[in-house]
């Protein structure tokens, strides 16, 4: 329990993939970690592992029915969410993005001029919020507001940790975390939903999420119920926003440990955005800036765990599973198997030069995988890379605390439980030049 990010992949490592029973009490979960495993759980016998159960009551109390949920919820979700996430779409977004994303890392000359260091998980929360802002709601909210916003899904995420941890604790006692959850959670309502409603009266057709959701629902459904929006943005904004920031956050710690990676990936970005300021363009001629990410969310998954339910009897790796029982998916595990990662704990992002060749297609999970994959992919790497690529293009960043991170739950998703600091050294140029 003090650690169970890490005690949770020793246990699928030790055991090399083999089914786990954890025996919590009366609560005894099954750990998977195998490729072929998570292949039947997340793919081939997908409806028979649902998202249901004791993990999934506290993430549900603030997402609700939508992308996160199940059955009709999901099912509906997804077919009004798909088309807003393709490659194409994300596209279409990324302009405005990118102009988000200059101009905050922008105002982090003051730091640079000063010498004073950044708060990397603060920074960049706040810069990942306002360019997933500005994708959801255009310009209908203050920045002000936004910045109201990232807080509150850090408390809710944050809070539910006890829950996440003794996920049989009755929910008719109160236990740490859970006032703080009920209050963020009321706020981001109060946040969100006047946006909902001044798209829905401004009704122009625009192609920011909230406006693409207003529509889509009101084409399919007939109707656009406000709470189903409501799920829907705020699904999409977690999962979205908190997830890219904590990869962020990671990044740099990384880059510290690796100067080689570092000095090649600074090299990268000068070359192909050469001081100029950086636009979507660049992003598909950075290649080992997506390799680094790649490698990146190998080392350090976004998801801690993957937990699903078992509905019908059934059988893992030749253990057999009682309905009802809890299944634990633990990409950090899986990402670590000597078996589909040699060397699973170097970071190498040369590693997927060769990109997936012969390497089994679920031993990488970042982002699930089957029916219920995340739709945010293309979105990820587009806007983290942008992010990075703005701050090498203006600074030499330098850990100034340097440390072993240790990596713990912030709900669902892996955070570091250190804080880390940049200072940012400026780059001169020779603008004649």
Same mark, same amino acid.
């Given at each position: $329990? ?11 490592? +030790?055991?090399?993939?083999? /089914?786990?029973?954890? #025996?919590? !009490? ?15 759980? %997340? &793919?081939? +016998? ?6 249901? !159960? ?55 000359? #003051? ?11 603060? *920074? ?69 939903? @006047? ?21 889509? =629902? ?6 656009? #119920?406000?709470?189903?929006? =409501?799920?829907?943005l705020v699904s999409i904004y977690g999962a979205a926003s908190e997830t890219t920031a904590m990869s962020l956050i990671w990044l740099w710690?990384?880059?510290? +440990? ?24 660049? /992003? ?6 997506? $390799?680094?990410?790649?490698?990146? %969310? ?50 190498? @992002? ?47 960043? /330098?850990?100034?605390?340097?440390? &072993? ?22 780059? *001169? ?5």
């Amino acid at each position: $329990m003090r650690n169970p990010v890490t005690e949770l992949a020793r246990m699928g490592t +030790d055991a090399a993939g083999r /089914v786990v029973r954890l #025996d919590l !009490g009366p609560f005894r979960p099954y750990l998977i970690s195998h490729p072929d495993h998570v292949q039947q759980v %997340l &793919k081939t +016998d997908w409806s028979n592992f649902v998202r249901e !159960g004791v993990f999934w009551r506290p993430l549900q109390r603030l997402i609700g029915q939508s992308i996160l949920a199940e059955d009709e919820g999901w099912a509906s979700a997804r077919k009004i969410l798909q088309p807003l996430f393709t490659a194409r779409y994300t596209a279409s977004l990324a302009e405005d993005m990118a102009d988000v994303i200059a101009e905050r890392v922008a105002e982090l000359d #003051d730091f640079s001029r000063t010498g004073r260091p950044i708060d990397v998980e603060h *920074e960049m929360t706040s810069i990942v919020n306002e360019a997933v802002i500005k994708v959801l709601f255009g310009g209908r909210i203050s920045r002000d507001t936004a910045e109201r916003l990232a807080p509150e899904f850090a408390t809710c995420a944050t809070s539910i940790a006890f829950r996440m941890l003794f996920p049989g604790a009755p929910y008719t006692i109160k236990v740490p975390g859970d006032r703080a959850f009920l209050r963020s959670a009321k706020k981001i309502d109060e946040i969100v939903y @006047p946006l909902i409603e001044q798209a829905q009266r401004e009704n122009n057709g625009g192609k920011e999420v909230v406006s693409a959701l207003l529509t889509a =629902r009101l084409e399919k459904e007939g109707r656009a #119920d406000l709470r189903q929006v =409501r799920d829907d943005l705020v699904s999409i904004y977690g999962a979205a926003s908190e997830t890219t920031a904590m990869s962020l956050i990671w990044l740099w710690s990384v880059l510290h +440990d690796h100067p080689e990676v570092n000095a090649r990936l600074q090299e990268e970005v000068d070359r192909v955005v050469g001081g100029g300021p950086v636009r979507p363009s660049h /992003v598909a001629e950075m290649h080992y800036l997506r $390799m680094v990410l790649q490698e990146l %969310l190998r080392v350090y998954p976004n998801a801690w765990i993957v937990p699903r339910q078992t509905v019908a009897d059934t059988e893992i790796g030749g253990v057999p599973i009682k309905a009802g029982s809890q299944v634990l998916i633990s990409p950090y595990a899986t990402h670590r198997l000597e078996e589909f990662w040699p060397r699973p704990t170097e970071f190498d @992002p040369e590693r997927w030069a060769g990109e997936n060749t012969g390497r089994h297609r679920y031993a990488f999970i970042p982002f699930g995988a089957g029916p219920h994959v995340c739709l945010g992919q293309h979105l990820f790497y587009v806007e983290a890379s942008l992010v990075i690529a703005n701050l090498l293009t203006r600074y030499r960043p /330098v850990q100034t605390n340097p440390q &072993k991170l240790t990596p713990v739950p912030g709900g669902a998703t892996l955070r570091p439980k250190e804080k880390l600091f940049l200072q940012l050294h400026p780059i *001169e140029r020779n603008h004649a030049a």
